[in-house]
């Protein structure tokens, strides 16, 4: 079974600009979760969605947006780009059989840099 | 408080030898643990969960929970060159609206 796939792995940006990124999860995963990771801050949870709908939030700006398509596709948007934004972006999928348990697996990763 | 502590490390242990982790978190309704390894560069792979208070045995991984005590540990026996990497905790909690957080991970550094 393929993993969790992330687009694009690799993302240069100038600060104001804004940016999405994409993640498919495993198949048969029905939740996606979405971290950024910083070297100072470690991996913080940025939200995750569910059946389309977000289920959860973790506490970064407005700036910091997602969704989730009907084939639990999910995409994750940053607007206006602060220098701040520069950092890996990670993208977790698990079954969702079973609220509190779910095992998550991360895909590979997106790279941001901002300029 | 952090809600999930590691000792950042590194660690360092001699090939062949048994690497300790341990982990603590403060929510005591805290029902689901996980232990993973990322690699410099890389994203975390899985490496064991844990749900229930005593020992969970996978291969050479050896995780340890004590809900009592409020901690989680990782053994890695007969640890390996490619062992070097660093291990993160990571916990669900009901408090935190289950969702998954990290502690900050514990570097760990085989020497051959």
């Known amino acids: 079974k393929a993993g969790v796939t992330q687009t694009p792995r690799y993302l240069i940006k100038t600060r104001g600009q804004q940016v999405t990124l994409s993640c498919s999860p495993i198949?048969?995963?029905?939740?996606v979760s979405w971290y950024q990771q910083t070297p100072g801050q470690g991996l913080q949870f940025l939200f995750e969605?569910?059946?389309?709908?977000?289920?959860n939030k973790g506490n970064f700006p407005g700036r910091f947006s997602g969704r989730q398509f009907s084939n639990s596709r999910s995409e994750m948007n940053v607007s206006t780009l602060e220098l701040g934004d520069s950092a890996l972006y990670l993208c977790?999928?698990?079954?969702?059989?079973?609220?509190?348990?779910?095992?998550?697996?991360f895909g590979p990763g997106t790279r941001l840099t901002v300029l | 408080q952090k809600e999930v502590e590691q000792n950042s490390g590194p660690l360092s242990v001699p090939e062949g030898a048994i690497a300790s982790l341990n982990c603590t978190y403060s929510?005591?309704?805290?029902?689901?643990f996980f232990w993973y390894r990322q690699y410099s560069g890389k994203s975390p792979e899985l490496i064991m969960s844990?749900?229930?208070?005593g020992d969970k045995e996978d291969g050479r991984f050896t995780a340890q929970l004590n809900k009592a005590s409020q901690y989680v540990s990782l053994l890695i026996r007969d640890s390996q060159p490619s062992d070097s990497a660093t291990y993160l905790c990571?916990?669900?909690?009901?408090?935190?609206?289950?969702?998954?957080?990290f502690g900050g991970g514990t570097r760990v550094l085989v020497k051959p």
């Open positions: 977790a999928s698990s079954l969702a059989s079973q609220a509190g348990t779910d095992t998550q697996y």
């Open positions: 198949s048969g995963h029905r939740s």
């Open positions: 969605y569910f059946s389309e709908t977000q289920r």
């Open positions: 929510d005591r309704v805290s029902q689901s």
């Open positions: 844990i749900y229930s208070n």
């Open positions: 990571a916990v669900i909690s009901r408090a935190a609206g289950n969702k998954l957080t």
